[in-house]
């Protein structure tokens, strides 16, 4: 069984940048590999994904033109480099693995999530 852990959050102002890793140890991540987030009282929603074998991306229109993923496959690790970072990106970022680029109830494998904070 995979297991993921979410580094690389932190508290930023409106703006600013940061980049998340998600590492996988075990096994090999699934065929897609997505971040997800999730802010206070609201559910938790899509916001990328990258397919493991050909590197194609996919993004909620929210993050588009800011957000990037990518992977590496040398160190088993999904980065989402975030840029122009928005108060509104406040949440927690959970990394995930499945079988489709943006169906959360599919991904069968969870990282802890950690904390992104921006202030205005």
């Known amino acids: 069984q995979v297991q993921l852990v979410e580094s690389g959050g932190g508290l930023v102002q409106a703006g600013g940048s940061l980049r998340l890793s998600c590492a996988a140890s075990?096994?090999?991540?699934?065929?897609?590999v997505g971040w997800f987030r999730q802010a206070p009282g609201k559910e938790r929603e899509f916001v990328a994904s990258?397919?493991?074998?050909?590197?194609?991306?996919y993004y909620v229109p929210s993050v588009e033109g800011r957000f990037t993923i990518s992977r590496d496959g040398t160190e088993n690790t999904v980065y989402l480099q975030m840029n122009r970072l928005r108060p509104e990106d406040t949440a927690v970022y959970y990394c995930?693995?499945?079988?489709?680029?943006?169906?959360?109830?599919?991904?069968?494998?969870w990282g802890q999530g950690t904390q992104v904070t921006v202030s205005s």
């Open positions: 995930a693995t499945g079988p489709y680029p943006r169906h959360q109830s599919s991904y069968a494998h």
């Open positions: 075990g096994r090999t991540f699934s065929s897609y």
């Open positions: 990258i397919a493991w074998t050909d590197g194609a991306t």
